[in-house]
């Protein structure tokens, strides 16, 4: 079977950095992909990492090591509108993924 | 523009009762996929389609039926046999990369 760990919830305070992280143990491993959903909402695309490293979009990156089957998002500089679900994802195959449980992030005045 | 659409928003199910919930996409998407989503968890795979004419079974496809006879469109039947049907149910299109894109979900609801 395939597992994805990542923390539940998340509390940080505006203007902050804050890492959310993700192990997994998978059948097949392409990349490691992250989403974010606010409550009601359709998840929409962050990043996606295939190789090791740090990519960086914005205020937002993401690493991937797969040697250590370990990936992270980091925020910087949050603000409110942050305030979301975050997914993590493993691309198995060429078309197909497998999310993990999600990261409810709090972000605080 | 160009996007994903999913009917109805919201659905209300009797027991015992078939219900079919729209996906259609404008992105020319080969890949196109269902997912259930319940409170407070994660995104579990129902069935997910390559090309037309042709879907593969995802985690959770016990209960659930569909049909890829256009590109543009993925059909989900939600039938009697899914004992536990109420959730969130998201469409997404992919173009063979690494980026999902996804609808707006139909939140189902049995009555």
């Known amino acids: 079977g395939q597992s994805l760990e990542q923390p539940s919830e998340v509390t940080a305070v505006e203007g902050a950095i804050v890492q959310i992280n993700c192990t997994y143990q998978?059948?097949?491993?392409?990349?490691l992909s992250w989403y974010q959903q606010h409550d009601g909402g359709a998840p929409t695309f962050l990043s996606y990492?295939?190789?090791?490293g740090l990519e960086e979009t914005g205020r937002f990156s993401s690493f991937l090591s797969r040697s250590d089957s370990y990936g992270y998002l980091l925020l910087q500089e949050l603000q409110m509108k942050d305030s979301a679900s975050y997914f993590c994802?493993?691309?198995?195959?060429?078309?197909?993924?497998?999310f993990g449980s999600g990261t409810k992030l709090n972000v605080k005045p | 523009d160009g996007g994903i659409t999913q009917s109805p928003k919201y659905l209300f199910r009797k027991e015992g009762q078939n219900v079919t919930l729209s996906c259609e996409q404008n992105?020319?998407?080969?890949?196109m996929y269902w997912y259930r989503q319940d409170p407070g968890q994660g995104l579990r795979l129902i069935y997910y389609?390559?090309?037309?004419?042709?879907?593969q079974k995802g985690d959770i496809a016990e209960g659930y039926s569909v049909s890829r006879e256009k590109k543009e469109s993925f059909p989900l039947t939600v039938t009697s046999a899914q004992k536990n049907p109420t959730a969130f149910y998201l469409c997404?299109?992919?173009?063979?990369?690494?980026?999902?894109?996804f609808g707006p979900g139909t939140r189902l609801t049995v009555l």
């Open positions: 997404a299109s992919s173009p063979g990369t690494d980026t999902q894109y």
């Open positions: 998978t059948s097949g491993f392409y990349g």
């Open positions: 990492n295939a190789l090791d």
């Open positions: 994802a493993v691309r198995l195959s060429f078309n197909k993924f497998y």
């Open positions: 992105l020319n998407h080969d890949a």
């Open positions: 389609s390559q090309i037309v004419n042709d879907f």
